[in-house]
Structures are given as C-alpha cells and as structure tokens.
C-alpha cells in the first residue's frame, strides 16, 4: 500500500448474527480481498446507476471475477425522482430474468438512492438475499448504506415503503468521493454535522474547526470524520436496530428536511441540503422549546452555511406556507396518532424526540422560510 495511503479501518456493527463490518481506507472498491468470506453463490448482481456505471462498475466486477462464476449488472436511472416502484422492478425482473436464486448476492454500487433500492430488493427477492453496500458518495457512507434502513419513496411521503435489512458488510472507499461535485460533498456533510449536536460534541468541536478540509476532500479529515461518523451510528444501531427509541435521534433534520423534499419534488434538493436546512429548523424550534440558547443556533447554523448547505427553507405555498409543511410533517413515520414528532436538541451533544406546540412550529417555520 502506498504510504501516503491511509490505513483501512473496521468499524463493527454488533447486530448478534446480523452483525457486519465497515470497511474505512482507500482503493477498497477494486481489491477482490475486500469480498472475502462473503456468502457463497454462483452468481452476483450489482445495481448502480447510469453515472456510477462507467466510473466504477468494470473495477468492481473485475474484483468480484475472483469469487464469482456470473456476473450480472443493472444500471437505473440515477436521481432521487426514480426510487419508486417502477424502477424497483428493474431490479426484480434483472434477477429474474437471468435466474438467479435465494443465495444470490446483491451489490450497490451508487449513494443513497442506490443503496436502499438495492436493500429492498434485497429484502424482498425470493423474502430475502445477500446484499452488499458499497457506497459511493459522502452520504451514503456516513450514514444510508449503514443500520438496514431500505426504501422507495411515495409521492406522498419519502421513505414510506422498505423494511429493516442489514447488510452483509459495507466498504467505504474514500478514493471515489475524488470524483463527487463539491454539491454532493456539501450534502454528506450534513450527515455528518449531525452527529455532533445530538450525541458527540468534541466531534461538532472538531468539524467546526476541519470544515474547509472536508469540503477540499482532504483524505486524512475525510478519514476520520467517516469512521467517526460510522462509530456514532454503529453504537446507536446496536442498541435500538429498529427505531423503537433511541434511533430516532439519527432522525435529527429530517422532519422538515423530507418535508422540503416532498413539497419541492423528489431531486430538486438533494436529501443533505434538505437535512442541513433542517436541521436550522429543528434547532430554533428547539430554542422556542427552552431547550438551548441562541448562541447554539447561532453556531450550527453558520457551520451548515459554511459547509455549502442552504439555511433557509423553501417556500412550499404562497398562501399558508407553514400548513403546507404541517401538512407534509404528519406523513412523517415518527408521527404518533396525528401528532408530529421532532428531534430536538436537549442541549449540546444531547437530544430527544418530542411533540411541540403547532403554534410554535408554524412561527418557526415562518422565521426559517425564505
């Protein structure tokens, strides 16, 4: 390995005999020794999409010639608009058509998009094959390819269709985000500034102060802030794989942040500038709360803005903007019989998951709207 490399690291999710491992470091993608010890099968489909195709398909299936007999591979559309039904099926009738069988394994090669239409596929062929997250953008490495969360979304809500499925393993290599526009750096950015204000604030401490170096794609601040960023939500997921508590937390942001992305259209935003910006939201409706000061807002939300992401949210209706995100909230999967449910900073490194007065939501979102 190249000395200027930096070393590849696991990081564990301990799921009893669902667990797997992370694999952090670069050059990653096309080692056939990153696919080792692996479920054994005949043949392996990789999903990917029409971008990531020509850029990283032919090295992955070179690496997996070691270990497989057939290789198969289908390429989707690429854009949030496409995880849907329609396109969910492309994956089906491929597997389909070629025969494979329950012992097939399942490789996504993309980001987030990518990913949770491949582990629900996964899921669902045959009630459930093998499947390999290999992450190609910033967001799916700090955050979607990791925990078994998989999905297609509905035109009335985003993520409203999936199941809880783990992966077999997930291989971050951080040579291919060289290759992401600085709008998809900025977006996974808002994966990992999240972690901070809910659960580690050394790491807020230490993204505050390595910003410019995450943008710029420096390896070794890149390095770090993925394995970190994986340990936070290693830890979380161990303890609550199914949501029924203490993972809502990861959840912190994307109350309003799907919000955006449904009242916009699927894509018009990416997922991290939707969450950065909920996250703005989220932090002064925690202010309103009584829960933090306004210097903490103040300073989340200058990082979110020097981090590349929106702070201010769109207007979703000109006539009753506020009831148009109320209304887009209650579609929400943490809502509780009609109430919605919001992650709130309980103070810095602390969070929790509460209801709030809709007068005090509407005036937020008010202050937050362009």
């Known amino acids: 390995m190249n000395a200027l490399h930096t ?16 694999l952090i470091g670069e050059n990653l993608l096309g080692e056939a020794g990153t696919y080792g010890q692996l479920p054994k099968a005949a043949a392996a489909l990789i999903v990917t999409n029409t971008t990531v195709s020509p850029l990283y398909e032919a090295a992955l299936r070179q690496a997996l010639s070691a270990h497989y007999k057939s290789i198969h591979s289908i390429q989707l559309p690429d854009g949030e608009v496409y ?8 994956v089906f009738d491929s597997l389909l058509s070629q025969a494979c069988d329950r012992k097939t394994v399942l490789f996504a090669l993309g980001g987030g998009v990518v990913g949770d239409m491949t582990g629900f596929a996964a899921a669902s062929f045959m009630r459930g094959v093998p499947f390999v997250q290999v992450p190609t953008t910033l967001l799916a490495q700090v955050d979607s390819s990791v ?104 959840n912190f942001g994307h109350t309003f942040g799907h919000a955006i992305e449904a009242g916009l259209g699927y894509g018009e935003w990416l997922h991290g500038e939707a969450v950065g910006c ?27 803005a020097r981090a590349g992401l929106p702070t201010k949210g769109p207007v979703l209706n000109d006539k009753d903007n506020a009831g148009q ?37 509407r005036a937020v979102i008010d202050r937050c709207c362009a």
């Open 7 to 22: 070393p590849t690291e696991t990081v564990r999710i301990d799921l009893a005999d669902r667990s797997y491992d992370i």
């Open 83 to 90: 995880k849907d039904w329609l396109t969910l099926n492309l």
């Open 147 to 250: 925990g078994g969360k998989t999905a297609i979304n509905h035109p009335m809500g985003k993520n409203m269709i999936g199941a809880f499925y783990q992966p077999q393993r997930v291989v971050c290599d951080l040579s291919v985000l060289k290759t992401l526009p600085a709008r998809e750096i900025s977006a996974g950015l808002a994966e990992i500034i999240k972690y901070g204000p809910i659960a580690d604030m050394p790491f807020f401490e230490w993204i505050d102060a390595h910003i410019d170096a995450l943008r710029a794609c420096e390896p070794k601040a890149m390095a770090h802030a993925v394995r970190k960023s994986c340990e936070i939500k290693a830890h979380v997921v161990g303890q609550d794989e199914r949501e029924a508590g203490l993972r809502a937390i990861l």
């Open 278 to 304: 909920g996250m703005v939201m989220a932090a002064h409706l925690s202010q309103a709360m009584g829960l933090i000061d306004e210097p903490f807002v103040q300073r989340l939300t200058g990082l979110i």
């Open 325 to 361: 995100y109320l209304a887009l909230m209650l579609h929400d999967k943490k809502s509780v019989a009609g109430d919605i449910q919001f992650v709130l900073i309980e103070g810095p490194g602390k969070a929790r998951v509460s209801a709030a007065p809709e007068a005090m939501v």
